[in-house]
């Protein structure tokens, strides 16, 4: 890797760092990514300076730019698409709608002195920071997740990715599917979503019976199979309560399902909650739950924020092996693994810890070290960063 010959802290006095680097989001903020937060705050305690642009949110892009960047940019997104109208008929339509905030972001990375620009997820993020990297002709980089490669077309990805410098995968199964897009290996980068361990102090779980599941309530993530999960536990004997944190278009559909189950005095809502919140949560319950599933399309999830979290807190994890959850969960080694779809296994695998503290510490204890060695922050982030000093030291992003 170019950069620093040995480690360092990559601060400004011992790294040679890009002036600024302009991340790309489609919405910021956004509570669900808070690791994007997290990753932009370590970098910039290192010493870099990242500016943030978005597309949506607090941080959106005005919708106004130079002439000559309009007019530039137009002819740029029409001579990108029209080669693959055929396969992928919205992606003009699109360009066309973000114009634009195109032109405004060209605007934005000049009057930043950016040397790189980076989007987060391979979607229009990565579309128009890759235009504009050419308008500026400076290098462009990308961070990839779930969706948006393990949904996509592979020529959607090749097409998207093979002009970046360098795409950074936070899980080993995103990063396979990049490079069997295409993409060269040694351009894909896996960098694993840190966490500031000072921020998540290990306490073993000593709640007996509480069952929690964080995430959107979307179908991908599987807690429509919760309450068919309370009914199981319901008839083994097992006394539980299952605790739902977050929104999304699933809740009423979950809530039906509880009652038809006959558990819906077992299965509450909390809606969306702040991290804090969310960690006080994590404290109060016995394992955490994440069902999750493969959907038709293929999307599903990836290394799960949420899982590395809760093994952070010492609070045991019971999810799926949908996604790619086998990269975190060792099955009872350091959490529960089971196939997905299956209330009835995932209500077995769940049974003998609601209340059997020392089996919960056990795996507790297990989980913790895996994040400490894998998903330390300080770690991860210095990966990225050389990631990124390499990206800046190749130059302009590739036409193709």
């Not at 530039?72 to 992928?88: D, F, K, N, Q, T």
């Not at 410098?165 to 080993?172: D, G, K, M, R, T």
């Not at 290990?202 to 069952?211: E, N, T």
Request: glycine residues 8%; positive net charge.
């Amino acid at each position: 890797m170019a950069g620093c010959s040995t480690p360092c802290s990559l601060s400004v006095a011992s790294c040679s760092a890009p002036s600024s680097i302009l991340y790309l989001l489609d919405t910021h903020p956004r509570p669900s990514e808070t690791f994007v937060q997290r990753e932009i705050d370590a970098l910039r305690r290192r010493g870099w300076a990242i500016d943030v642009a978005s597309l949506r949110g607090a941080s959106a892009l005005p919708a106004r730019g130079t002439t000559a960047d309009f007019a530039a940019l137009a002819s740029a997104m029409l001579r990108h698409a029209l080669p693959v109208i055929g396969r992928e008929p919205g992606l003009l339509p699109r360009l066309l709608r973000h114009l634009p905030q195109a032109a405004a972001l060209a605007g934005r990375a000049r009057a930043s002195g950016a040397r790189l620009l980076h989007a987060h997820f391979a979607w229009l993020p990565a579309d128009l920071a890759l235009l504009v990297a050419r308008r500026l002709g400076i290098p462009f980089t990308c961070s990839v997740h779930a969706w948006d490669v393990f949904a996509q077309p592979p020529s959607a990805t090749r097409r998207r990715l093979l002009p970046a410098v360098a795409a950074v995968a936070c899980s080993q199964a995103a990063a396979d599917v990049v490079r069997r897009s295409g993409i060269l290996s040694g351009r894909v980068h896996l960098v694993r979503h840190g966490l500031p361990l000072a921020e998540f102090p290990f306490v073993p779980a000593a709640a007996d019976g509480r069952l929690l599941a964080v995430g959107r309530l979307e179908a991908k993530k599987g807690f429509d199979l919760l309450p068919a999960l309370c009914a199981h536990l319901r008839a083994a004997g097992a006394a539980h309560t299952c605790h739902i944190v977050g929104e999304g278009p699933e809740r009423p559909r979950i809530a039906r399902l509880a009652a038809r189950c006959g558990v819906a005095d077992a299965v509450t809502f909390a809606g969306a909650l702040p991290p804090a919140a969310v960690r006080d949560a994590m404290r109060a319950a016995s394992v955490l739950l994440l069902p999750s599933r493969r959907m038709p399309d293929g999307d599903r999830d990836g290394v799960a924020n949420v899982l590395v979290e809760a093994m952070a807190l010492g609070l045991p994890v019971a999810t799926t092996t949908a996604g790619a959850a086998g990269e975190l969960v060792r099955d009872g080694a350091n959490g529960r693994l089971v196939p997905p779809g299956d209330p009835a296994a995932l209500a077995a695998a769940v049974a003998p810890l609601l209340h059997d503290p020392a089996a919960r510490a056990r795996l507790a204890a297990a989980g913790r070290a895996t994040v400490e060695a894998e998903y330390d922050e300080d770690r991860n982030v210095e990966q990225l960063a050389r990631a990124f000093r390499e990206s800046v030291g190749q130059g302009r992003t590739a036409a193709v």
